[in-house]
Structure formats: structure tokens, C-alpha cells
């Protein structure tokens, strides 16, 4: 497992699995925001499994699932109310990290430039193009 930062709060990262739990917490992770629906594919530990593996480590972990293609408005106002609540650095994760850096740069938007937060994506190696305009009208 490898993390990508979009900010000091927050990295990205694929898939979890269980055994990835404990060195998020050595890396002092507090909370871990996962946005793939346990339905999604046979390739992956449940919600369930990994918030009990969490809170074994002391750490905190919500579910926000959406579908790859369909990050909704109320997704988003989620994810940045998440982002306000939780214990910091966090960890949001998906099947790639692309959904998770979706949800946060639209959750930035009117706080962020998009030219900045297409930036940050790219630099942990997504491409948020098509996200441009919903950016924008914020």
C-alpha cells in the first residue's frame, strides 16, 4: 500500500487491506474515510472488517461509498464535513484513489482554485480534467 498526499491532512491510497492497518497507524493516521462500496468487487475486505481493524489501532474509519462514475453533490458535502470532523492526517481510500481525490478536490472547490487542486491530483498521479468544470462553479 502507498499513500498519496493531497495536503497536509490528507492522503490517498488504493484498496486497504487489513494488514495495511498497522502502519497507518505507526504513520500516525487517526482516521480513514473509505469511498468503495463493499458490493464493488470480490477483491477486497469489507467496511466492517477494516473500521474493527482500525479501532483495534485506536483509529477512526466512516464509510462513503459511491460508485466510480457517480460522485454526487451529497457525496461531496460529505466528504468535506468528514474532512472537517475527523482526527487528522487521514487516509481516504477506493479501488485506485482516484474516487477519494475526487471527493476532495470537489469538497475544496470555492475554497481552492481548480488550477490548484487539479495540481495537487496530478501530482499524486490523477487525472481530474474531466472534474474541471464542476470545480469551476464553485
Not at 487489513?18 to 487517526?30: C, H, S, T
Request: with cysteine; net charge negative; proline share 8%.
Amino acid at each position: 500500500m502507498q499513500t498519496k498526499q493531497l495536503s497536509p491532512d490528507l492522503a490517498v491510497s488504493q484498496q486497504l487491506q487489513l494488514e495495511d492497518i498497522p502502519a497507518l497507524a505507526r504513520d500516525g493516521v487517526l482516521s480513514i474515510i473509505c469511498n468503495r462500496p463493499d458490493e464493488e468487487g470480490p477483491d477486497h475486505p469489507s467496511f466492517s472488517q477494516i473500521e474493527q481493524e482500525a479501532a483495534r489501532f485506536g483509529m477512526t474509519a466512516r464509510y462513503l461509498p459511491a460508485a466510480p462514475d457517480n460522485i454526487t453533490d451529497a457525496h461531496v458535502a460529505e466528504f468535506g464535513q468528514l474532512m472537517d470532523e475527523l482526527p487528522k492526517p487521514i487516509v481516504g481510500y477506493c479501488r485506485t484513489g482516484r474516487r477519494s481525490t475526487s471527493m476532495w478536490a470537489l469538497s475544496r472547490a470555492g475554497k481552492q482554485s481548480p488550477a490548484e487542486l487539479l495540481e495537487a491530483a496530478s501530482q499524486a498521479g490523477y487525472d481530474l480534467g474531466a472534474l474541471a468544470p464542476r470545480l469551476e462553479k464553485n
